[in-house]
Each structure stands twice: as C-alpha cells, then as structure tokens.
C-alpha cells in the first residue's frame, strides 16, 4: 500500500506500550512485547503513579479496564451465541487471539492490521507456532473503500457468512473525528448484514465534562494526540447519545458498559473520581425478511 493520507501507521507506536501493559498483566506472552514498549512503560511509571495520586486513575488502569470487559463480552458471544469466528481489526500485539485460540481451539480468529504491523504480528505468531489457518494475521485499512484491504472487501473474502461474527476494534476508535467513525460504523453495519448474527466491540473515550479533573484530562488527551500524530477525540456526551449514533449506522442494540460498574467485583481495580473509558457492545440481527431467507 503507497504512502498517502489514509495511511495512519504513526498511531500503532502506542501499541508497544500497550503490548507490555498486557504483559505484566500476566495476560500476554513476553515474546509479543518489544523492548521499546518496556521503554515506554519504566519512563511513564512516574506519570502514571502522579494521575493515579491526582486523579485517581491512570492510562494502564484504563486499558486493563477496557480489555477486560472486550474478552467478557466475547466469551459470552463463544460459549452463548455460537460465534465461531473473530475479526480483530487494529490488532496491534494484543494477545486475544493467542489466549482465545487456546481456550477456544475451534475459534477462528483474524487479526488486521496496516501492513507493517500486520507484517510483524505475523512474524511474531509464527515465532510462536501460531500462525494457522484458523488464526491469519492480514491487512486492512478501515478509511479505504475501494481496495484489496478495505473493510468490505477483507469481510466478503475471508468469512463464512453462514456463521456468526464478533468485529473488535479496541484503542482505534479515538484517534479519528467522530464524523470519520461514523462512515467506518455504518459501512461496518452495511457489511455485517450479510451473516446471521453480528457483534461489534469496542471502547470509546467519552466527552468527560463531569469528571472532577476534566481540563487535566483533555490536556493529557491532547497531548496523545500531538505524540501520536492524531487528532484523539473525545466521542459521545451520554450513554443515550452513543446509542442513537450506533442505531443511526445501522446496528439493531447498543449496550454501554462503564468498568467502574462493570468490573467492581473482578480483580481489577475501580478507579477514583470515575473510569475515563467506556466498553460498547453494538449487535446486529438480522431482519425477517433475510432471516426467512436463510432458514
């Protein structure tokens, strides 16, 4: 793929960092962090220890947060709703696909990447002996609509649309304009028709208004921004805004999950002054029409 302007490589720096949060998490394997994301992570560890003082929570709460609410909702599709295949687009290092495959070994699993890291990736499962047939690691480009890597294309490909999906996208949403994720949404929508049953998962950064530390949170935001080449927004006022966004694209039901609820009684910690993120489960049924038409 040439270099032009919907090439957005710069952003995928922040997965090493995210990579070798998972890590010491106890939830990846060592050989999918780099030693740029264990950089990364001793230099914040003074950062992240002063916005857990100040403001009660910080960037590695907030993607262990996030990470945990995707997979329970995935496993809940796996073992409740039958799906049998996964896309994971912008997978960067995230491990779901390694742990799920060995929890899950009928799980199909594809994780797309821009090429670079989708490169990568792939060199790294096969380091693992992961790379099969049911887990791929292939290209995909989400602001393209007419090429080998769009979306569509990669889901028309790839899929068995006589199966359910689960699409994941997690820490992409963000670093694109709202009006630009909204074309990705209701394109995704418009692809997902096709199969039986259909879930997308995902996070969001909402507009954080009434949070205690609100200016200190945008600024930090804006600084992510400017270090990862981006424009990081802020999405969504309300729970109630997000879902008619979502069924405006096309999707049947929206659930928002806030990990400060969600998450009380797990391992994980609840963070002071409220979570910064929320989780999105957005599913698509089919209509009666299409649903008479492949019975």
């Known amino acids: ?126 380091t693992m002996q992961a790379d099969t047939p049911l887990h791929r690691t292939l290209t995909c480009n989400i602001l393209n609509t007419d090429s080998a890597d769009s979306l569509e294309n990669l889901l028309m490909r790839e899929f068995d649309h006589s199966q359910p999906i689960t699409v994941i996208t997690e820490g992409l949403v963000n670093y694109f304009p709202r009006p630009v994720m909204n074309t990705f949404w209701t394109r995704l929508a418009n692809a997902l028709r096709d199969f039986p049953e259909a879930c997308y998962l995902t996070d969001v950064y909402p507009e954080v208004q009434q949070h205690r530390f609100a200016r200190l949170i945008q600024k930090a935001n804006r600084l992510l921004g400017w270090v990862t080449r981006s424009n990081f927004s802020l999405h969504f006022r309300d729970h109630h805004e997000a879902e008619q966004q979502f069924l405006a694209c096309g999707f049947s039901q929206l659930q928002v999950f806030d990990p400060n609820q969600e998450l009380a009684a797990s391992h994980l910690p609840v963070v002071r002054g409220g979570a910064v993120v929320r989780v999105i489960r957005a599913d698509l049924h089919p209509s009666p029409t299409t649903a008479s038409t492949t019975a």
């Open 1 to 126: 793929m040439s270099q032009d302007s919907n090439d957005t490589s710069s952003i995928s720096f922040t997965a090493h960092y995210t990579g070798y949060v998972w890590y010491k998490q106890g939830w990846s394997d060592i050989r999918l962090t780099t030693r740029q994301g264990a950089r990364y992570f001793q230099a914040l560890r003074p950062v992240e220890w002063l916005a857990r003082t100040i403001v009660g929570t910080d960037i590695k709460s907030t993607l262990l947060q996030r990470h945990a609410l995707i997979d329970r909702e995935l496993v809940r599709n796996i073992e409740a709703h039958r799906h049998t295949q996964v896309l994971e687009i912008a997978a960067g290092l995230s491990p779901r696909g390694f742990s799920f495959r060995q929890r899950y070994p009928q799980l199909g699993y594809t994780e797309a990447d821009l090429p670079a890291m989708a490169q990568r990736k792939r060199q790294l499962l096969s």
